[in-house]
Structure formats: structure tokens, C-alpha cells
């Protein structure tokens, strides 16, 4: 079984397929494999590390694509409904979860990340294209409440549109 795993950051990505793969399981992450490559980081990698990370996932999907059986977990964050389409497409995707979270919850996880401006914006960038598509099977969210004022405060600090989308999939 082929798993897609998206959403934006700090929504538990990562911690949802932790929660669920099985021993033997192929996870990609483009964290995971940004670490692989000499990252010191969890999240927010330097950009080589970045670079490196996405030649390697895009490496992995091709193998993932061409593999007959398989149990895999692909971690992206994909808010445009079209690229997740084509990606659950392209590796037989069986089930496409996205992990939504409330955003001030989202915005305040990403206070506790290294170089939290650059989540935030990341967050608002998500949030402002994500919209739900057919091969969506499975939808969570969860509330949670954040001082106002220091939501506020972030959310005018930290917006602006994030680069290309392929920079900034976890």
C-alpha cells in the first residue's frame, strides 16, 4: 500500500507516518533525506542540503513509480489539488491523507522551529493555496487558541508569498 501524506508545515506530517508505517516501510521525506545529506537541521534546511534533498526524492518517486508491490509512506506538503493529483497519480498512490491543522496552532508549533519566520510564511503561503481535491481520502484537523496578540503579531510580521512549491515540501 502506497501512502501520500500531506499538509503544511508543523501540521504532524511526519508524526502521523511514524504513528502508522510498519516495520520495512519506505518512508520519503525530504527532511529525512535533507539529514541524509548532512543536515543538522529537522526542518528548515540550508539550501544545498535542500537541493540535494529533492534530487534524491525525485529519484525515490521514480523508483516508487516503477515498483510493482510495495508498502511507502510519501511525506510532501502539496496544497494544490492538481499536484497532489499527479503525484498520488504517479506513485499508484492508494490512500492520499492531508493532515490540516488549525492555522494559530500551526503558527504557534512553528514558534518552537529554528527560523520561524520562514515557516510562518510557509504556513500562510499553504493555506492561501491548499484546496481539497477527489483524491483526498482521509481530511483531520483539530483546534486549538493562541493568544491574539501574538497572532497577530506573526501573522503581520511573517506573510508574503513562499518561492516555488518544490523548495518548500516537507
Known sequence: ?????CGPPCAGKTTHVR???????????VDRLAQQCGSDRTHNHKQTFRDQAE?????YLDELEAAEHTDAWV????????????????????????LIEDQALLLQRALERHSPEHTIRIINWWFKVYEPSD?????TSSTATVPAALLHHHLNTWTGDAPALQMFED
Open 19 to 29: 504513528a502508522n508505517a510498519q516495520p520495512g516501510d519506505l518512508v520519503l521525506d
Open 75 to 98: 511525506i510532501r506538503t502539496c496544497p494544490d489539488p492538481d499536484d497532489r493529483a499527479e503525484l498520488a497519480a504517479r506513485i499508484h498512490a492508494d490512500e492520499v491523507i492531508v
Open 55 to 59: 534530487v534524491l526524492m525525485e529519484s
Open 135 to 139: 483524491v483526498d481520502d482521509l481530511t
Open 1 to 5: 500500500m502506497i501512502t501520500l501524506v
